[in-house]
């Protein structure tokens, strides 16, 4: 599995799955949105922690420059 993103894009990704953690537990969403949103937050955890997203590679998309 070869990196396709920056720090700063899973840093962002890391920021916004911690805003939809805090959206849910303030109950500013709820029920389906929230179930959604949860999905997308653990995604967006996953893909910024390891530096790869999978959209990424099947679109041809790299945030992070070659070292």
Do not use: Q
Not at 16 to 23: F, K, Q, T
Not at 31 to 58: H, K, Q
């Amino acid at each position: 599995m070869v990196k396709n993103m920056s720090k700063t894009d899973g840093i962002v990704r890391v920021i916004l799955a911690v805003l939809i953690a805090a959206l849910g537990y303030l109950e500013v969403i709820s029920g389906v949105r929230l179930i959604v949103s949860a999905a997308v937050a653990l995604i967006f955890l996953a893909t910024g922690f390891i530096n790869f997203c999978p959209l990424y590679m099947a679109l041809g998309i790299k945030t992070r420059k070659k070292s």
